[in-house]
């Protein structure tokens, strides 16, 4: 067919160092593979957030989207966004003896943000 590059095929020479496995070898050496392809997704997802999924913790948690995004914004002006927004709240709700709403409330209002930064920062 005219206009078609014929592609030499190379998949015996490709596939030696997989000739000689049995079944099990070949499962064992296909899930091998695939932990190396999903193992830095995982880490990447397990060490990073973003505004997008804190903003979606965060109506999940009961507050609304006028609410989320200036508590996912004032978390991100703070250095604090890689603790995750939710956590922030929580730990200012425990630290404060409030509930969650009360505790993200009072931050939209500007209170708590320098006990939270001491609290992720600081270490307490």
Do not use: C
């Not at 695939?34 to 060490?47: C, F, G, R, S, Y």
């Not at 002006?77 to 969650?100: F, M, P, S, T, W």
């Not at 931050?107 to 320098?114: I, T």
């Amino acid at each position: 067919m005219k206009g078609f590059i014929k592609r030499e095929d190379d998949f015996g020479q490709r596939n030696q160092h997989l000739v000689g496995l049995t079944d099990e070898q070949l499962k064992d050496r296909f899930w091998e593979l695939v932990e190396q392809i999903v193992d830095p997704l995982l880490d990447l997802a397990n060490k990073n957030t973003s505004p997008a999924i804190e903003r979606s913790v965060l109506l999940r948690m009961g507050f609304s989207s006028l609410e989320a995004q200036p508590l996912v914004n004032g978390a991100i002006d703070r250095g604090l966004i890689n603790h995750g927004v939710g956590h922030v709240i929580y730990r200012i709700a425990k630290e404060k003896n409030l509930d969650i709403r009360t505790a993200g409330l009072e931050l939209l209002e500007g209170k708590h943000w320098d006990d939270a930064a001491l609290i992720f920062k600081g270490g307490k």
